[in-house]
């Protein structure tokens, strides 16, 4: 199963986004979806994760400016980024726990100029 996410792009700062994520099939048994993003030479770190029942965990950085949120049907990962600021620049992934399986997507860009 590949995972694409989509929706990045340029936007100034105070400006919104919305990202998606999708799986080339549809999928059962996922556990947890998970935003990640990774800025210019940092490491990737976590963004947010909604489980299975519907729990939702933020970074503590977010300040509540995002929101994730799935299409169980679709198995599609959504996030609601508002009030973007320079500092949320970088490549986000989504990425998708099942059993044992770690699915990674090949993320997209999102670039929030000042």
């Known amino acids: 199963v590949q995972l694409q996410a989509f929706g990045g792009g340029l936007v100034q700062a105070g400006g919104s986004l919305r990202l998606s994520c999708k799986a080339s099939?549809?999928?059962?048994?996922?556990?947890?979806m998970s935003w990640y993003r990774q800025a210019p030479g940092k490491q990737r770190e976590f963004v947010a994760r909604?489980?299975?029942?519907?729990?939702?965990d933020y970074a503590d950085s977010l300040q509540g400016r995002f929101t994730i949120s799935k299409e169980i049907a679709t198995t599609t990962l959504f996030l609601q980024m508002n009030s973007l600021k320079p500092e949320d620049t970088g490549v986000y992934y989504c990425n998708y726990i099942r059993g044992t399986a770690n699915h990674w997507g090949q993320g997209t860009q999102v670039t929030v100029s000042s």
């Open positions: 099939a549809r999928i059962g048994g996922v556990k947890v």
């Open positions: 909604i489980a299975a029942n519907g729990h939702t």
